[in-house]
Protein backbone atom coordinates (compact mmCIF):
# COMPACT_ATOMS: atom_id res chain seq x y z
CA UNK A 1 0.00 0.00 0.00
CA UNK A 2 1.09 3.44 -0.99
CA UNK A 3 1.68 5.57 1.89
CA UNK A 4 -0.25 8.91 1.73
CA UNK A 5 1.67 11.90 2.03
CA UNK A 6 1.81 14.08 5.33
CA UNK A 7 -1.35 16.79 5.54
CA UNK A 8 0.60 20.44 5.13
CA UNK A 9 0.48 21.80 8.55
CA UNK A 10 -1.99 24.35 9.90
CA UNK A 11 -0.44 27.62 9.43
CA UNK A 12 -2.61 28.76 12.22
CA UNK A 13 -1.61 26.29 14.60
CA UNK A 14 1.99 26.58 14.25
CA UNK A 15 1.62 30.46 15.11
CA UNK A 16 -0.46 29.62 18.00
CA UNK A 17 2.24 27.18 19.33
CA UNK A 18 5.03 29.54 18.39
CA UNK A 19 3.80 32.14 20.39
CA UNK A 20 2.38 29.75 23.27
CA UNK A 21 5.97 28.10 23.60
CA UNK A 22 7.73 31.90 23.27
CA UNK A 23 5.69 33.06 26.39
CA UNK A 24 6.79 29.71 28.59
CA UNK A 25 10.41 30.55 27.80
CA UNK A 26 9.59 34.40 29.16
CA UNK A 27 7.78 32.66 32.34
CA UNK A 28 10.87 30.42 32.81
CA UNK A 29 13.52 33.61 32.74
CA UNK A 30 11.54 35.81 34.92
CA UNK A 31 11.09 32.52 37.28
CA UNK A 32 15.02 32.52 37.18
CA UNK A 33 15.64 36.17 37.57
CA UNK A 34 13.03 35.89 40.56
CA UNK A 35 14.98 33.21 41.95
CA UNK A 36 18.50 34.88 41.52
CA UNK A 37 17.30 38.22 43.27
CA UNK A 38 16.09 36.41 46.11
CA UNK A 39 19.29 34.37 46.65
CA UNK A 40 21.23 37.18 46.24
CA UNK A 41 19.47 39.56 48.62
CA UNK A 42 20.00 36.54 50.84
CA UNK A 43 23.06 36.19 50.86
CA UNK A 44 23.85 39.70 51.04
CA UNK A 45 22.47 39.81 53.80
CA UNK A 46 24.34 36.94 55.52
CA UNK A 47 27.39 38.53 54.25
CA UNK A 48 26.87 42.10 56.03
CA UNK A 49 25.99 39.99 59.11
CA UNK A 50 28.96 38.05 58.92
CA UNK A 51 31.08 41.29 58.53
CA UNK A 52 29.53 42.80 61.28
CA UNK A 53 31.12 40.45 63.80
CA UNK A 54 34.17 41.91 65.90
CA UNK A 55 36.67 39.28 66.32
CA UNK A 56 40.13 38.73 66.38
CA UNK A 57 41.70 37.70 62.79
CA UNK A 58 43.44 34.48 64.66
CA UNK A 59 40.09 33.24 65.91
CA UNK A 60 37.87 33.84 62.62
CA UNK A 61 39.25 36.07 59.64
CA UNK A 62 35.76 37.83 59.34
CA UNK A 63 36.84 39.74 56.09
CA UNK A 64 37.46 36.55 54.02
CA UNK A 65 34.48 34.61 55.68
CA UNK A 66 32.46 37.62 54.32
CA UNK A 67 33.96 37.53 50.78
CA UNK A 68 33.47 34.05 50.46
CA UNK A 69 29.94 34.35 51.29
CA UNK A 70 29.70 36.67 48.93
CA UNK A 71 31.21 34.47 46.22
CA UNK A 72 28.89 31.88 46.69
CA UNK A 73 25.96 34.45 45.85
CA UNK A 74 27.73 34.61 42.62
CA UNK A 75 28.34 30.98 42.24
CA UNK A 76 24.24 30.12 42.64
CA UNK A 77 23.72 33.09 40.50
CA UNK A 78 25.83 31.45 37.30
CA UNK A 79 24.31 28.05 38.64
CA UNK A 80 20.45 29.57 38.40
CA UNK A 81 21.71 31.07 34.48
CA UNK A 82 23.05 27.89 33.48
CA UNK A 83 19.78 25.69 34.67
CA UNK A 84 17.67 28.39 32.89
CA UNK A 85 19.92 27.85 30.00
CA UNK A 86 19.33 23.78 29.58
CA UNK A 87 15.95 23.87 31.24
CA UNK A 88 14.79 26.07 27.80
CA UNK A 89 16.85 24.50 25.38
CA UNK A 90 13.80 21.99 24.20
CA UNK A 91 11.76 25.17 23.51
CA UNK A 92 14.25 26.98 21.72
CA UNK A 93 14.48 23.82 19.84
CA UNK A 94 11.38 23.07 19.32
CA UNK A 95 10.20 26.81 18.42
CA UNK A 96 12.90 26.63 15.68
CA UNK A 97 11.53 23.47 14.13
CA UNK A 98 7.96 24.91 14.40
CA UNK A 99 9.19 28.39 12.30
CA UNK A 100 10.90 26.16 9.73
CA UNK A 101 7.20 24.80 8.94
CA UNK A 102 5.92 28.51 9.27
CA UNK A 103 8.16 29.93 6.91
CA UNK A 104 7.30 28.68 3.07
CA UNK A 105 4.04 31.09 3.99
CA UNK A 106 6.78 34.03 4.16
CA UNK A 107 8.14 33.33 0.58
CA UNK A 108 11.46 31.35 2.42
CA UNK A 109 12.39 27.74 1.72
CA UNK A 110 14.32 26.71 4.89
CA UNK A 111 15.90 28.54 7.92
CA UNK A 112 19.62 28.53 8.86
CA UNK A 113 20.23 25.85 11.54
CA UNK A 114 20.33 26.79 15.37
CA UNK A 115 24.24 27.69 16.43
CA UNK A 116 25.73 27.61 19.95
CA UNK A 117 24.18 30.68 21.45
CA UNK A 118 27.29 31.85 24.44
CA UNK A 119 26.49 31.73 28.25
CA UNK A 120 24.14 34.18 29.39
CA UNK A 121 22.55 34.95 25.72
CA UNK A 122 19.28 36.46 25.67
CA UNK A 123 16.59 34.57 24.35
CA UNK A 124 16.25 36.23 20.81
CA UNK A 125 20.35 35.58 20.04
CA UNK A 126 19.53 31.45 20.52
CA UNK A 127 17.58 31.97 16.35
CA UNK A 128 19.50 32.29 13.72
CA UNK A 129 19.48 36.19 12.26
CA UNK A 130 16.89 37.11 9.76
CA UNK A 131 13.47 35.82 9.40
CA UNK A 132 13.85 33.18 12.85
CA UNK A 133 15.47 35.73 14.87
CA UNK A 134 13.20 39.22 14.24
CA UNK A 135 9.78 36.73 14.38
CA UNK A 136 10.95 36.20 18.19
CA UNK A 137 11.86 39.56 18.34
CA UNK A 138 8.17 40.57 17.27
CA UNK A 139 6.42 38.20 19.48
CA UNK A 140 8.56 38.51 22.63
CA UNK A 141 7.89 42.74 22.11
CA UNK A 142 4.42 42.37 22.84
CA UNK A 143 4.30 39.80 25.65
CA UNK A 144 4.05 42.12 28.74
CA UNK A 145 1.44 44.45 27.32
CA UNK A 146 -0.96 41.66 25.68
CA UNK A 147 -3.57 40.66 27.13
CA UNK A 148 -6.03 37.36 26.18
CA UNK A 149 -9.58 36.59 26.77
CA UNK A 150 -11.29 33.02 26.85
CA UNK A 151 -14.81 32.58 24.26
CA UNK A 152 -16.11 31.73 28.10
CA UNK A 153 -15.02 35.36 29.04
CA UNK A 154 -16.25 36.78 25.47
CA UNK A 155 -19.30 35.40 25.93
CA UNK A 156 -20.03 37.23 28.94
CA UNK A 157 -18.85 40.78 27.59
CA UNK A 158 -21.57 42.95 26.89
CA UNK A 159 -22.90 44.18 23.78
CA UNK A 160 -23.10 48.45 23.31
CA UNK A 161 -26.85 48.90 24.39
CA UNK A 162 -28.86 50.30 21.71
CA UNK A 163 -30.27 53.38 23.68
CA UNK A 164 -26.15 54.66 24.14
CA UNK A 165 -25.82 54.03 20.13
CA UNK A 166 -28.84 55.52 19.13
CA UNK A 167 -27.60 58.77 21.37
CA UNK A 168 -24.20 59.24 19.29
CA UNK A 169 -25.74 60.70 16.28
CA UNK A 170 -26.68 63.45 18.11
CA UNK A 171 -23.71 64.10 20.57
CA UNK A 172 -21.46 63.81 17.42
CA UNK A 173 -23.86 66.13 15.17
CA UNK A 174 -23.55 68.88 18.27
CA UNK A 175 -19.88 69.16 17.55
CA UNK A 176 -20.35 69.63 13.42
CA UNK A 177 -20.28 72.83 12.17
CA UNK A 178 -24.54 74.20 12.04
CA UNK A 179 -23.56 74.31 8.02
CA UNK A 180 -23.74 70.48 7.80
CA UNK A 181 -24.66 69.28 10.51
CA UNK A 182 -28.01 67.71 9.75
CA UNK A 183 -26.02 66.13 7.05
CA UNK A 184 -23.50 64.64 9.60
CA UNK A 185 -26.42 63.02 11.79
CA UNK A 186 -28.09 61.73 8.75
CA UNK A 187 -24.97 59.86 7.50
CA UNK A 188 -24.37 57.89 10.91
CA UNK A 189 -28.38 57.43 11.19
CA UNK A 190 -28.61 55.47 7.49
CA UNK A 191 -29.33 51.84 7.87
CA UNK A 192 -26.74 51.70 5.73
CA UNK A 193 -24.12 53.09 8.23
CA UNK A 194 -22.37 50.69 10.95
CA UNK A 195 -19.82 53.25 11.90
CA UNK A 196 -21.38 53.97 15.45
CA UNK A 197 -21.99 50.54 15.80
CA UNK A 198 -18.74 49.21 15.30
CA UNK A 199 -16.48 52.40 16.44
CA UNK A 200 -18.80 54.94 18.37
CA UNK A 201 -17.33 56.28 21.52
CA UNK A 202 -20.06 54.42 23.79
CA UNK A 203 -18.45 50.94 22.70
CA UNK A 204 -16.36 49.64 26.09
CA UNK A 205 -12.55 48.70 25.40
CA UNK A 206 -13.48 44.69 26.92
CA UNK A 207 -16.39 44.96 23.78
CA UNK A 208 -13.60 45.69 21.14
CA UNK A 209 -11.62 42.89 22.93
CA UNK A 210 -14.40 40.47 22.31
CA UNK A 211 -14.71 41.64 18.84
CA UNK A 212 -11.02 41.08 17.47
CA UNK A 213 -10.50 38.16 19.16
CA UNK A 214 -13.99 35.84 19.12
CA UNK A 215 -15.43 38.12 16.40
CA UNK A 216 -18.42 38.95 18.81
CA UNK A 217 -20.40 41.93 17.21
CA UNK A 218 -19.86 45.28 19.60
CA UNK A 219 -23.78 45.72 18.51
CA UNK A 220 -25.14 42.26 18.94
CA UNK A 221 -27.26 42.46 15.53
CA UNK A 222 -24.65 39.44 13.96
CA UNK A 223 -25.35 36.28 15.36
CA UNK A 224 -22.55 35.01 17.70
CA UNK A 225 -22.01 31.97 20.39
CA UNK A 226 -20.41 29.11 21.82
CA UNK A 227 -19.98 25.62 20.62
CA UNK A 228 -20.34 22.41 22.46
CA UNK A 229 -16.44 21.78 22.00
CA UNK A 230 -15.24 25.53 23.35
CA UNK A 231 -14.78 27.38 20.35
CA UNK A 232 -17.28 30.21 19.09
CA UNK A 233 -19.25 30.06 15.66
CA UNK A 234 -19.73 33.97 14.57
CA UNK A 235 -21.27 35.58 11.38
CA UNK A 236 -19.34 38.62 11.81
CA UNK A 237 -15.48 40.08 10.74
CA UNK A 238 -13.06 42.55 11.66
CA UNK A 239 -9.60 42.12 10.80
CA UNK A 240 -6.44 42.36 13.15
CA UNK A 241 -7.61 45.62 14.61
CA UNK A 242 -10.53 46.65 16.73
CA UNK A 243 -10.95 49.78 17.76
CA UNK A 244 -12.94 53.11 17.62
CA UNK A 245 -13.41 56.89 18.59
CA UNK A 246 -13.31 57.74 22.66
CA UNK A 247 -15.74 60.68 22.51
CA UNK A 248 -17.97 62.03 20.18
CA UNK A 249 -15.92 65.30 20.05
CA UNK A 250 -13.54 62.98 18.43
CA UNK A 251 -15.56 60.93 16.14
CA UNK A 252 -17.39 64.57 15.30
CA UNK A 253 -13.93 65.93 14.00
CA UNK A 254 -12.83 64.10 10.81
CA UNK A 255 -16.07 64.15 9.78
CA UNK A 256 -16.52 67.66 10.14
CA UNK A 257 -13.10 67.83 8.15
CA UNK A 258 -14.83 66.10 5.37
CA UNK A 259 -17.79 67.37 5.05
CA UNK A 260 -16.45 70.80 5.30
CA UNK A 261 -14.27 69.81 2.50
CA UNK A 262 -17.01 68.83 0.47
CA UNK A 263 -19.20 71.71 0.93
CA UNK A 264 -16.56 73.86 -0.01
CA UNK A 265 -14.71 72.26 -3.13
CA UNK A 266 -18.20 70.57 -4.30
CA UNK A 267 -20.98 72.05 -3.04
CA UNK A 268 -21.82 69.11 -0.77
CA UNK A 269 -20.79 65.76 -0.06
CA UNK A 270 -23.03 64.13 -2.85
CA UNK A 271 -20.99 65.99 -5.39
CA UNK A 272 -18.09 65.75 -4.20
CA UNK A 273 -18.07 61.98 -4.65
CA UNK A 274 -19.99 61.56 -7.75
CA UNK A 275 -17.44 64.18 -8.83
CA UNK A 276 -14.67 61.78 -8.20
CA UNK A 277 -15.88 58.48 -8.84
CA UNK A 278 -16.93 56.83 -12.48
CA UNK A 279 -20.54 56.28 -13.15
CA UNK A 280 -20.40 52.50 -12.22
CA UNK A 281 -18.41 52.76 -9.51
CA UNK A 282 -20.34 51.63 -6.43
CA UNK A 283 -17.81 52.30 -3.83
CA UNK A 284 -15.03 55.32 -2.83
CA UNK A 285 -13.00 54.96 0.35
CA UNK A 286 -11.37 58.68 1.75
CA UNK A 287 -8.73 59.00 3.94
CA UNK A 288 -8.74 61.95 6.28
CA UNK A 289 -5.33 62.35 7.83
CA UNK A 290 -5.18 63.47 11.76
CA UNK A 291 -3.75 66.30 10.76
CA UNK A 292 -6.36 67.74 8.65
CA UNK A 293 -9.10 66.51 10.82
CA UNK A 294 -7.16 67.69 14.27
CA UNK A 295 -7.18 64.41 15.96
CA UNK A 296 -4.60 63.99 19.01
CA UNK A 297 -3.79 61.02 20.54
CA UNK A 298 -6.46 59.70 23.11
CA UNK A 299 -9.15 60.17 20.67
CA UNK A 300 -8.83 56.74 19.65
CA UNK A 301 -8.67 53.22 20.86
CA UNK A 302 -8.92 49.92 20.83
CA UNK A 303 -6.30 47.07 20.25
CA UNK A 304 -4.88 45.24 17.66
CA UNK A 305 -3.15 41.81 17.49
CA UNK A 306 0.27 40.53 18.51
CA UNK A 307 3.11 40.56 16.30
CA UNK A 308 1.60 41.96 12.85
CA UNK A 309 4.12 44.13 11.75
CA UNK A 310 3.78 43.04 8.00
CA UNK A 311 1.29 41.20 6.12
CA UNK A 312 2.36 37.97 6.18
CA UNK A 313 2.91 37.78 10.34
CA UNK A 314 -0.89 39.13 9.97
CA UNK A 315 -1.93 36.80 8.06
CA UNK A 316 -0.78 34.19 10.71
CA UNK A 317 -2.39 36.15 13.84
CA UNK A 318 -5.69 36.14 11.54
CA UNK A 319 -5.21 31.64 10.49
CA UNK A 320 -4.60 31.54 14.34
CA UNK A 321 -8.27 33.61 15.48
CA UNK A 322 -9.36 30.99 13.11
CA UNK A 323 -8.17 28.00 14.70
CA UNK A 324 -8.89 29.14 18.24
CA UNK A 325 -12.28 29.80 16.97
CA UNK A 326 -12.51 26.29 15.62
CA UNK A 327 -10.79 24.86 18.82
CA UNK A 328 -11.53 27.29 21.76
CA UNK A 329 -7.83 27.12 21.99
CA UNK A 330 -4.88 28.00 22.62
CA UNK A 331 -5.49 31.79 23.93
CA UNK A 332 -4.76 34.33 21.16
CA UNK A 333 -3.13 37.58 22.05
CA UNK A 334 -3.95 41.55 21.34
CA UNK A 335 -2.24 44.38 22.53
CA UNK A 336 -3.61 48.07 23.50
CA UNK A 337 -3.69 50.30 20.35
CA UNK A 338 -4.13 53.79 20.17
CA UNK A 339 -3.62 54.50 15.88
CA UNK A 340 -3.43 58.23 16.34
CA UNK A 341 -0.75 58.16 18.46
CA UNK A 342 1.04 54.89 16.88
CA UNK A 343 0.36 55.36 13.63
CA UNK A 344 2.51 55.93 10.78
CA UNK A 345 0.39 57.59 8.69
CA UNK A 346 -2.93 58.20 11.35
CA UNK A 347 -6.20 59.50 10.26
CA UNK A 348 -9.61 58.26 9.24
CA UNK A 349 -11.25 56.07 7.09
CA UNK A 350 -14.43 56.57 5.45
CA UNK A 351 -16.45 54.15 3.31
CA UNK A 352 -19.00 55.29 1.23
CA UNK A 353 -21.74 53.54 -1.27
CA UNK A 354 -23.70 54.67 -4.13
CA UNK A 355 -27.16 54.32 -3.68
CA UNK A 356 -28.23 57.02 -7.02
CA UNK A 357 -26.99 58.08 -9.91
CA UNK A 358 -25.32 61.09 -7.52
CA UNK A 359 -26.53 60.31 -3.90
CA UNK A 360 -24.34 58.20 -1.54
CA UNK A 361 -24.78 56.37 2.13
CA UNK A 362 -21.99 55.70 4.67
CA UNK A 363 -20.73 52.62 5.52
CA UNK A 364 -18.02 53.22 7.86
CA UNK A 365 -16.06 55.69 9.42
CA UNK A 366 -12.96 54.48 12.22
CA UNK A 367 -10.00 55.89 12.60
CA UNK A 368 -6.86 54.26 11.41
CA UNK A 369 -2.70 54.42 11.94
CA UNK A 370 -1.91 54.15 8.09
CA UNK A 371 -3.37 54.66 5.11
CA UNK A 372 -4.73 52.34 2.94
CA UNK A 373 -3.26 52.55 -0.55
CA UNK A 374 -6.72 52.43 -2.21
CA UNK A 375 -8.08 55.36 -0.77
CA UNK A 376 -8.35 58.64 -1.97
CA UNK A 377 -6.99 61.83 0.10
CA UNK A 378 -9.55 64.08 0.67
CA UNK A 379 -7.14 67.05 -0.37
CA UNK A 380 -6.87 65.32 -3.72
CA UNK A 381 -10.76 65.35 -4.31
CA UNK A 382 -12.87 68.69 -5.90
Not at 17 to 43: F, S
Not at 293 to 305: I, K, Q
Amino acid sequence: MTQQPAPPPDRGALRAAIEGLLRTCVDLERQADGAATDARKRVRRIAETVAAVRLPRHVLDVPALAQQVDGLGRHLDADLRGRLASARQPYVTEIHALLALLAPWHGLAALPPLGPAAPGAALTDHFPTGFAQDYVIDLLGSVDASVALTPQAADQVPVAREDASDAVPILVGDQLHEDHRQMGVDMLQDGASHAVQRHGPHIAPETQLARLLWLKDPSGDEPWRLLPNGGVESNHWCGPIAGGFTSAEAMAKPIDALLRWARVHAGGLNGLLTNNTKSKTKRISIYVSAESAGLVPGDANGYRGTATSSRAMTDDWLDAREHAMAHGAPPIYAVPYDPIAEGKEPGAFFQFKRVGASSWSLVTCFPVGERNLNCKRMEDLT
